[in-house]
C-alpha cells in the first residue's frame, strides 16, 4: 500500500533539480506536500494570531518595568526596552490599596476555591451511588438550576436580605456548580465498581473510600474543576460591583477597573493620571497593576494545560 | 420495555434504573425507605451542604421573582408587599428605553452571530492542518490563553491599545497624523465589542472543534486521497461534515444566549460610549433595579428575556431537528 502512494504523489514533488524535499515525518504518506505558497500563508497567519496575543502582554510588562521617563518619551507604552526599574512594583507592594486588594483576591480565591472543591466533590460521591436513596431526585433539583437562572434582582436582593452586602461570603458562598457536580460524579461513576465493593467488604466505610480511592484515583479532574472555580474567583468583578459597596473592601478587579481603566487617581501616586486625556503620568504604576492581575493566571496557566485535553470538551461547553 | 417480566437480567444489574425497580418488583430484592435512608445517611450527609447553598441560592430567588407582580418595596419586604397583577409587565412593554435595549442586544448579537461564529472553526481548520506536533502545541497554549483572562483585564488592555492615549493612536501621532480613539466612538462600538469576544474567546472556541476533528477516522481521509480528493475537497467532503453536529449544537446554545450578551464587557464600556448603542437588557435591568431601585419593573424585565430566550431555544432546537439534526434534545 505504501509503495502504491509514494509512486502516486513522488512526481508531484519531485523537482528538476531531484532534490528531494525533506519530508515531514508527522505527515501521512498519502498526505500531498504543502505549496511553497500555502506554507507561507498559514505561517503568516498563525504568526498573526500568536503575535495579537503575545505583543499586547509584552508591551504591558515591559512598560510596567520602565521607569516613568521612559513611558512618557514613548508618548505611552513602551515597546523598546528602555530604562528598566522595578520602582512601579516596588511602590504597589508597599502597602496601600492595591496591595490590600491584592491580598483581598488571594484570599477570596483560596477560601473559595478550596470550599467550593470541598463540596463539589463530597456531594459528587454522595451522589454516585447506584441506586441510592433519593439521589434521582437530588440530581434533578440540581439539573433545574442549570437551565433557569434566578435573575440578577432576586438575587440581588436575597444577597441583601442575608446581610452579605459588603461581605466577602457575598462573593464566595454562591460557588457550587450544578455542572461541576455532575462532572466530577460521571468521573467518579467511571471507577470500576469492584474496586469499591472490596474495599467495602474489607470494612472501609464512605469517608474512607472516597479518602483513599476516589480521591486519589481522580486527581485530573478534581484539579481542572478546581483551576476553572480558581481562575473564576479571581476574575469575578461584576459580583464584587454589586455586593462590595465599601471601597476599602475591593478586591483587585475592581481596583484595576477604577485606578487604570477609569483612571482615578491613586492616593500617593503623585499626578493626575487620566487616560482619556493622555496624560501617562502613571503609565508603569498602571501597567504594574495589571501584571498583577494576570500574574495568577500565568502561574497556574501551564498547570491547567496539561490537563485540557481530559477535560476538553466539558471546558469548551463551560466556556 | 424495560418492565418486561421475561427479562432475565439478574437484580443486580438493575441499580442504574431505580425508578423501574418498582415495576420489576419480582426480580428485586425489596429494601423499605427507612432501611435505605438509614443505610445511604453517610452519602445523603455528603450531599447536603451543596443541597443547602443550590436551594439558598438558586432556588430562593426564583421564587423571589414573585416580586414583579408585585409593588415591592425593600422596606415592606416580600411577604407585605402588595399584589398589583401584571402592572409592571405592561410598563416594561410601554416603555421605550426597554424596546430600545432590546434592539441593542439583537444587534450586538446578531453582528457577533455573523463575525465571530465563523472564526475559531476556521481557526481549527487551520490548526489541524499544522503536522508538526510542538508547533501545534505552541499556537494552542498561546491561543487559549486571554480565555483566562477577565473582562476588566481584556478591556483595559483594549483601551492600552486603540484607546485615544493608546498605542496606536500615539503612534499614528509621532508620525504626523490626527489621532483617535476607539474606545468612545459610538459608530465603531460594535466592532469593538467584537474585536474584543474574538481576542479573547476565539482561541478558547477552537477546542470544541479540534476535538470532534480528531474523532475523525484517518482512514477516510486516506481513502478519499487515493481516489484522487486534493486537501480542500477532502476538507468539505469529511472534516466539515464530521463538525456539522457540533456546529449546530453550539449554534443552538448562542441563540440561547443571546439575550445575555457580554454583560461585564458591556457594562465597563457603558460610560465611555453611552447609552445610545451599549444599553442591553441586562446592563438596563441592572440599572433599573439595583441603582434607580424600580425592583418590581427590573424583575419583570429579567423574566421577559428569560421568557423570549426560552422561546429562541426552544425554536433553534425545532429547527434543527427539521434540519435533520439531533439537537440539544429530542423528544423521547
Request: glycine share 8%; hydrophobic share 50%.
Amino acid at each position: 500500500m505504501i509503495t502504491v502512494t509514494s509512486v502516486i504523489t513522488e512526481p508531484a514533488i519531485a523537482s528538476p533539480a531531484i532534490k528531494r524535499k525533506r519530508r515531514n515525518p508527522n505527515r501521512p504518506t498519502w498526505e500531498e506536500q504543502p505549496t511553497g505558497w500555502g506554507a507561507a500563508m498559514k505561517f503568516v497567519v498563525l504568526s498573526v494570531v500568536v503575535l495579537s496575543v503575545l505583543f499586547p502582554l509584552y508591551t504591558v510588562v515591559l512598560t510596567s518595568l520602565s521607569t516613568h521617563a521612559a513611558s512618557v518619551r514613548a508618548g505611552g507604552l513602551v515597546t523598546v526596552p528602555g530604562d528598566l526599574t522595578l520602582n512601579a512594583y516596588k511602590e504597589i507592594l508597599s502597602g496601600g490599596i492595591v496591595t490590600r486588594a491584592t491580598l483581598v483576591s488571594v484570599g477570596i480565591t483560596v477560601v473559595g476555591t478550596a470550599l467550593s472543591t470541598v463540596l463539589t466533590v463530597l456531594a459528587a460521591y454522595g451522589l454516585s451511588r447506584p441506586n441510592s436513596f433519593g439521589h434521582r431526585k437530588i440530581l434533578f433539583v440540581f439539573l433545574i438550576t442549570m437551565f433557569f437562572g434566578a435573575g440578577m434582582i432576586p438575587t440581588y436582593l436575597l444577597v441583601s436580605a442575608l446581610g452579605l452586602i459588603n461581605s466577602y461570603w457575598a462573593l464566595i458562598l454562591p460557588a457550587v456548580s450544578a455542572f461541576n457536580v455532575l462532572i466530577v460524579r460521571n468521573f467518579f461513576m467511571a471507577i470500576e465498581p469492584a474496586i469499591l465493593d472490596a474495599a467495602r467488604i474489607d470494612g472501609a466505610g464512605d469517608w474512607r473510600i472516597l479518602g483513599k480511592i476516589v480521591v486519589p484515583m481522580s486527581r485530573a479532574v478534581i484539579a481542572v474543576v478546581s483551576l476553572f472555580s480558581a481562575v473564576g474567583y479571581w476574575n469575578a468583578f461584576f459580583n464584587a460591583v454589586l455586593y462590595i459597596n465599601d471601597n476599602a473592601k475591593w478586591p483587585l478587579q475592581l481596583v484595576l477597573r477604577s485606578y487604570v481603566l477609569q483612571g482615578v487617581t491613586l492616593p500617593g501616586s503623585g499626578g493626575p493620571v487620566g487616560v482619556n486625556t493622555g496624560a501617562v503620568s502613571g503609565l508603569p504604576l498602571q501597567m504594574a497593576i495589571m501584571v498583577l492581575a494576570i500574574l495568577p493566571i500565568l502561574m497556574v496557566y501551564p498547570f491547567v494545560q496539561k490537563h485540557f485535553t481530559k477535560g476538553v470538551i466539558f471546558g469548551a461547553i463551560k466556556g | 420495555m424495560t418492565t418486561s417480566p421475561v427479562r432475565r437480567h439478574p437484580p443486580a444489574s438493575d441499580h442504574a434504573r431505580g425508578g423501574a425497580a418498582k415495576s420489576a418488583a419480582p426480580l428485586v430484592r425489596h429494601i423499605s425507605w427507612q432501611t435505605r435512608l438509614k443505610r445511604d445517611r453517610t452519602l445523603l450527609l455528603m450531599v447536603s451542604p451543596t443541597i443547602v447553598l443550590i436551594v439558598v441560592f438558586c432556588y430562593v430567588p426564583m421564587l423571589g421573582n414573585i416580586i414583579a407582580w408585585q409593588d415591592y418595596s425593600p422596606y415592606t419586604g416580600f411577604v407585605h408587599s402588595p399584589f398589583v397583577g401584571w402592572e409592571a409587565f405592561v410598563r416594561v412593554f410601554n416603555n421605550p428605553a426597554f424596546a430600545h435595549a432590546v434592539v441593542n442586544t439583537l444587534t450586538i448579537t446578531t453582528f457577533q452571530l455573523v463575525f465571530f461564529f465563523p472564526i475559531p472553526i476556521a481557526l481549527a481548520l487551520l490548526l489541524n492542518s499544522v503536522i508538526t506536533p510542538r508547533l501545534r502545541t505552541l499556537v494552542q497554549s498561546v491561543v487559549y490563553l486571554p480565555h483566562f483572562f477577565s473582562w476588566v483585564l481584556v478591556v483595559t488592555l483594549f483601551q492600552q491599545i486603540f484607546g485615544g492615549a493608546g498605542l496606536i493612536s500615539q503612534t499614528v501621532r509621532q508620525h504626523g497624523g490626527s489621532g483617535f480613539d476607539l474606545m468612545t466612538n459610538p459608530h465603531t462600538f460594535i466592532l469593538l465589542l467584537t474585536g474584543q469576544s474574538v481576542w479573547k474567546e476565539a482561541g478558547w472556541g477552537i477546542i470544541i472543534f479540534l476535538a470532534a476533528i480528531a474523532t475523525v477516522s484517518p482512514e477516510l481521509y486516506e481513502a478519499a486521497a487515493m481516489d484522487g480528493a486534493g486537501k480542500w475537497r477532502r476538507m468539505w467532503h469529511i472534516t466539515l461534515p464530521a463538525i456539522r453536529p457540533v456546529v449546530i449544537l453550539l449554534l443552538i446554545l448562542q441563540l440561547g444566549s443571546m439575550l445575555s450578551v457580554g454583560f461585564e464587557q458591556i457594562i465597563l464600556q457603558r460610560a465611555a460610549v453611552g447609552t445610545g448603542v451599549s444599553e442591553v437588557i441586562d446592563t438596563y435591568v441592572y440599572f433599573q433595579g439595583v441603582v434607580a431601585g424600580d425592583w418590581s419593573f427590573a424583575t419583570a424585565a429579567g423574566l421577559v428575556k428569560g421568557a423570549i430566550s426560552l422561546v429562541l431555544v426552544l425554536g433553534a432546537n425545532k429547527l434543527a431537528h427539521m434540519l435533520g439534526e439531533s439537537g440539544i434534545y429530542q423528544k423521547a
